[in-house]
């Protein structure tokens, strides 16, 4: 005899952490709980960054969980974080009590489609962004608003790391919705994305042949506004031009003697891609920096010096030294 039940929905608009903790109750046969996962969940919760979007917590017909754990977990991991410093949460995220969460719960459902939940593609920053339409959609085709979109999600993470004075190498994740905060207060960086996109396809991509174009987006960003003081309402950054001039070169590869730094660099990157050890993402951006300071300066570079010494960490700017009033929270 089946042992089919009614399926049911039910929405739940504020989930308590006693809730969570009564279906954690049933979880049987789930799979391994990721902790750097449920830490990336509880900054969303914390932050109220989460919402009651559609995706739903599946319970089967024995009331296991087959697909929410991560987030029970996160739900009590962020009570756990907000009672550690209430007054903290209270006034910064607007806590006034015990972290909730909005969850549609599905019950009812058969235990052998449990391998048939959350295999589907996950939706990219770049999703993200191309939904936001932040490019004009009568200047481009549906192609280049994807690449667009793809190259700003790529250059925000780049920018967001250096301004928190993050390696690459061991960065912590950029949630969706830290990343669209960021852009709200880096608006400017989307004007650096479409620079840089029209001067690759000016220069028959010759910028991507040796950066991505998140690369060189984030680096043109950095460029810019490495001397820029936003008090002053200054309508475009100091470097803004000197930035632009320096893609347009190393794209270009044109007027370019002997001792450039922009010379210097391309024939140094040139030089990497035949190597057997091709540079870490961090090494990259640290002699393009190290190129653009010496180029900015109007000073020499001889090939051996492009090169980082062991330690050697390029800064463009203020920009890219982490502010003592941010807070980056672990996992967010």
């Not at 481009?140 to 190498?169: D, F, I, M």
């Not at 042949?209 to 060189?216: I, N």
Request: aromatic share 8%.
């Amino acid at each position: 005899m089946s042992k089919a039940k009614v399926v049911t929905a039910t929405v739940i608009k504020k989930l308590t952490v006693e809730d969570a903790d009564k279906y954690l109750e049933h979880n049987e046969g789930n799979r391994p709980i990721r902790q750097a996962l449920v830490r990336r969940y509880c900054q969303e919760i914390l932050r109220k960054k989460w919402d009651l979007n559609g995706q739903t917590i599946s319970i089967d017909w024995d009331g296991n969980i087959m697909s929410g754990q991560h987030r029970f977990l996160a739900l009590g991991m962020a009570e756990e974080t907000r009672l550690k410093n209430v007054s903290y949460y209270k006034t910064k995220y607007g806590w006034g009590g015990p972290c909730t969460m909005g969850v549609i719960v599905v019950t009812g459902l058969d235990p052998k489609t449990a391998d048939t939940i959350d295999i589907g593609q996950v939706r990219s920053g770049g999703d993200v962004l191309f939904r936001k339409k932040l490019f004009p959609e009568d200047a481009y085709t549906e192609r280049q608003l994807a690449s667009l979109s793809n190259t700003l999600a790529n250059a925000a993470r780049l920018v967001w790391l250096r301004c928190g004075g993050q390696k690459v190498s061991d960065a912590p994740q950029f949630p969706h919705s830290e990343m669209l905060d960021f852009l709200n207060d880096n608006e400017r960086l989307i004007k650096s994305v479409e620079y840089v996109y029209s001067e690759d396809e000016g220069s028959e991509r010759k910028i991507r042949s040796f950066l991505s174009l998140g690369v060189a987006s984030a680096l043109h960003y950095l460029f810019s506004y490495a001397k820029w003081d936003e008090e002053e309402n200054s309508e475009e950054p100091e470097l803004w031009e000197k930035a632009c001039e320096f893609i347009n070169k190393f794209g270009s590869g044109i007027g370019l003697t002997k001792g450039d730094p922009i010379l210097i660099l391309r024939n140094y990157l040139t030089r990497n891609q035949a190597s057997d050890t091709p540079l870490t993402r961090d090494a990259l951006l640290g002699v393009c920096i190290k190129a653009w300071n010496a180029w900015v300066d109007d000073e020499k570079l001889l090939a051996p010096n492009i090169k980082l010494k062991k330690d050697e960490e390029p800064r463009i700017g203020g920009l890219d030294v982490l502010n003592e009033d941010d807070e980056y929270e672990e996992g967010a």
